[in-house]
Each structure stands twice: as C-alpha cells, then as structure tokens.
C-alpha cells in the first residue's frame, strides 16, 4: 500500500512566521502534489513535482514556495503566513499523471 | 472558471437507497475521469474511475456513468451505507497536464 505522510495534523502559526509543511511518500513516485482544501472549492493545485529539484506551478501558487531535494520528500513553505492561508493542506503522490494517493492533510491555522 | 462541477453541495440518503452524485465539465479534452472519497480529517482516498473511452465502469456497490456528450458523469452507490458518508470529489485529466478537482459533495446516508 502507498503511503503518503504528512509532518503534521494540526498547526497553528501567527501572521509573518515561515511556515514548513513536510510530505514523504514510500512508494518511489516520479510525481508529487500540494493541494489546499477550503469549503466550496474543492481541491486547488499549488505547486507540483515531477522529478527531483523539479517543481511546476499550479492554479494557486502566489504566497508559496516547494523543495524536492530528494524523490521521497516534498516540503510546502509558507513565507510569511497570512490569515488567507489558513486552510486544509494536503499532499499527495503518484507515479503516473491519473491517480494519485493522499496524505492525511494537515490542518494549518494562521492567527 | 472551474471546469469541473459539483452543483449539489450536499445530499442525504437513506440507508439501502441508491446514491447518486453527479459532475459536469466543461473541457473537451478531459479523457480520464476519477471519484475520491474523503472522510473528516483524513485525505481523500480513490474510488473509482473510467476513461473517456467507456461509458460505464463498475467496481463492487460503486459504478460510475460517462456521457461524453452530455460533459456529465455520476457515481451511484447501491445500497448505500452509513460508511458511505464522506465528501465524494470527481477530477478529471487531459493529457499531459493534471488532475482537475470538483468542489465535492458530501455525501449523508440516514440510518
């Protein structure tokens, strides 16, 4: 079974911190995924990783920064956290373009 | 503009009915779809999916519909159980790029 793990749950951070959202995935997937998860709009893309030190915009990648330094792990950093970026992120994997295998989320809340 | 859409926000179901939880789109160029189910606090985890190629694709209690030219899928679970409630979202692929999300349905079922 795949498995993707996020470093936290739950996070609460204030406004102007950096923030670090940690995903590692088992399975030796070429791709890697961030997603934030806000009520009524579903999943929205932020960036994306097709290869090591590879890393592609999504639909909403204003505010955050990637690294992949290694194939098994995908960081989302936060700059300088603002309230608008409070919301549900989620990682995921896969190791071709259709389906992709999600981490548990983690819940980020920026005071 | 979202291409894929989820018009009904929520829906209730009693147990041993059918549910069905229906998807538009608007781009042509989509040619593999897919349903993801997502419990609180968790990441979403794949149903289901089909290609443009078919118009129906069955996977146990799940089975998920295609009408190309209508730009319209559904999901029906049948008979629906209390487990069954989650958020359910449909994506949709063009080659070459990746997954686009719906804004999910959550779906109740009624004991």
């Known amino acids: 079974d795949v498995k993707v793990t996020q470093s936290s749950r739950y996070l609460v951070k204030r406004t102007g911190e950096k923030v670090f959202l940690e995903c590692v995935q088992d399975?030796?997937?070429?791709?890697m995924f961030w997603y934030r998860q806000d009520p009524g709009l579903g999943l929205r893309l932020i960036y994306f990783s097709y290869d090591v030190k590879m890393k592609e915009k999504g639909d909403i990648p204003e505010g955050y920064s990637v690294s992949r330094e290694k194939k098994e792990r995908f960081s989302l950093i936060l700059e300088s956290a603002s309230t608008n970026q409070t919301s549900m992120y989620l990682c995921?994997?896969?190791?071709?373009?259709?389906?992709?295998?999600f981490g548990p989320g983690t819940r980020l809340t920026v005071l | 503009d979202q291409q894929v859409k989820q018009n009904s926000p929520s829906l209730s179901v009693q147990e041993g009915r059918i549910s069905i939880l229906n998807c538009d789109y608007t781009?042509?160029?989509?040619?593999?779809f897919l349903w993801y189910k997502k419990y609180p606090a968790e990441g979403p985890t794949f149903l289901i999916s089909?290609?443009?190629?078919?118009d129906k694709n069955e996977d146990g209690r799940f089975t998920v519909f295609l009408n190309k030219s209508a730009k319209h899928l559904s999901l029906h679970i049948v008979p629906s159980q209390p487990g069954d409630s989650a958020v359910y979202f449909c994506?949709?692929?063009?080659?070459?790029?990746?997954?686009?999300f719906g804004s999910g349905t959550q779906l109740t079922v009624l004991p």
């Open positions: 995921a994997s896969s190791q071709y373009t259709d389906t992709q295998y």
């Open positions: 089909i290609s443009s190629i078919k």
């Open positions: 994506a949709a692929l063009e080659p070459a790029r990746q997954l686009t």
């Open positions: 399975m030796d997937h070429e791709n």
């Open positions: 781009n042509s160029m989509f040619d593999y």
